[in-house]
């Protein structure tokens, strides 16, 4: 062979070989193989990942420590896939949270690598969460804007109806209170007036008697105050007496009480003169044998007065 053609050959061998090398990077790269990488991919699952695009930095405990390789949306949330370095260890307890780099500048994926002991495979996922940021604020300021900008629009067409009804309302109740003025009116010139004049003319004539008889009324205070300075001083000189007649009722009271209890008492005499039905049946035979012999008296006086000799002297003769 040929030097020209061995070196046709070898070049020919070179290219096809560096072909084939690039081919075989390029499909590891559209495959996101991590041979020749330094870094171990996961799938952080969120729920939106707004603002937050491929290239951005993924940090450790506020540390650069990966990127933010590919996104998946899915129905219900979105799979970011992230590249960390390999010196990063993650748990099955990890979580991210995408937050913003700076106060409105570009977004970040903040991971926590968790401490369950567990190690996460390599291409494992773990929930992520998304801390909104000054345009997610401004966001749903403006549309709480517009809900208000409406509101307020409700509101004054209520003011409106609510003024016209009010203004209906109001002329219709200042034209009864006029009306009730005028009948108050009326009814105090026919009714009231005449009451009030003879009230004043009442009070007139009060004050001309308490005028005329202001020596009387004082003469009765002047009696009264007398009779109360005489009160006092009768109970004062006497309260040695008051003080024992009060005794003598309490200890009357007290006899009394006595007494009651004795009459109450079926054990004592004067309870059983009271409660015997004995004394009672006694007092009524008695009674029967004073009637019987009354009755006989009435019906046959000789026979209790035979043996009794009575001469009258009728006309002072002696016999």
Do not use: C
């Amino acid at each position: 062979m040929k030097p020209e053609e061995k070196r046709q050959e070898i070049i020919v061998g070179v290219v096809v070989l560096t072909i084939l090398v690039i081919m075989i990077m390029g499909i590891m790269w559209g495959n996101k193989a991590d041979i020749f990488s330094s870094r171990s991919y996961y799938t952080v699952r969120v729920a939106r990942a707004s603002g937050l695009e491929e290239g951005d930095p993924v940090t450790v405990a506020g540390v650069p420590k990966g990127v933010v390789d590919d996104f998946i949306v899915r129905k219900d949330s979105v799979d970011i896939i992230v590249g960390v370095d390999k010196d990063i260890i993650l748990y099955s307890d990890a979580y991210a949270i995408i937050a913003n780099q700076e106060l409105l500048g570009s977004k970040k994926v903040e991971v926590n690598p968790g401490k369950s002991g567990i190690p996460l495979g390599e291409r494992g996922v773990f929930r992520g969460t998304f801390a909104g940021g000054l345009e997610d604020i401004f966001e749903t300021t403006g549309a709480i804007s517009a809900d208000f900008q409406t509101l307020l629009g409700n509101f004054n067409k209520t003011l409106l109806l609510l003024n016209k009804a009010m203004e209906e309302d109001v002329q219709a109740s200042l034209h009864t209170i006029h009306n009730t003025s005028r009948l108050i009116d009326s009814l105090m010139v026919s009714d009231i007036q005449p009451g009030l004049q003879a009230m004043k003319g009442a009070l007139q004539q009060a004050e001309i008697m308490v005028s005329a008889k202001r020596e009387d009324i004082d003469t009765i205070v002047t009696n009264l105050k007398t009779v109360s300075y005489t009160l006092n001083n009768v109970i004062d000189v006497n309260k040695d007496k008051l003080n024992r007649s009060i005794t003598r009722l309490d200890k009357l009271g007290e006899d009394l009480s006595v007494l009651s209890t004795r009459l109450k008492d079926p054990n004592s005499s004067l309870g059983r003169l009271t409660t015997s039905d004995a004394l009672y049946q006694r007092l009524d035979s008695i009674t029967v044998n004073i009637n019987a012999i009354v009755k006989e008296i009435k019906e046959d006086p000789k026979k209790y007065l035979e043996h009794v000799k009575v001469s009258v002297d009728m006309f002072g003769g002696g016999k």
